[in-house]
């Protein structure tokens, strides 16, 4: 069985958990993390537009980039240990939702965490790049909460028909 885990800064632990907890033991675990091309870019480019491209070597763009690159790695250095067994780590950077559905092609399992507002039952739960992943997922999924779910009252009540 091949499990690939969306790992993401905040919720990775309940991922990380819900695989320990779920897949069987044999399973090939691949903890995934990727980096979207929004954030250094947008650096590099407010960088660019301020101050001409005189000294790219105080680019922060650069910096954050570095900075990404390190915490993805420690990130996936600290699931693999939390998950306490053999397992692969895959770094991947793009368009984030896309890349996670590309990760998941030949998968048996998908994990992932609710990214959304998680404060009520409901689609709200999920973000953009989260429903984007559940939709276009080319195997079964594992939806987690990254923390206990809030209470089934926390659902609306279904809308009144007045005749």
Known sequence: MRVIAWLVEGT???CVDAVRDHAPHASEVVLLHVTGPDVPGVA???YAGLLGRGHPERDPGSRLEALGDSSAAELLAAAAERLGRPCTCEERAGRVE????AAADGADLLVL???GDRSRLGPHSLGPAVR??????PCPVLLVWPEPAPGLGTIPPPPSHHH
């Open 12 to 14: 990775w632990p309940a």
């Open 44 to 46: 590099h480019g407010a």
């Open 98 to 101: 896309r890349e996670v559905v």
């Open 113 to 115: 965490a609710r990214d």
């Open 132 to 137: 984007f992943a559940v939709d276009h997922a």
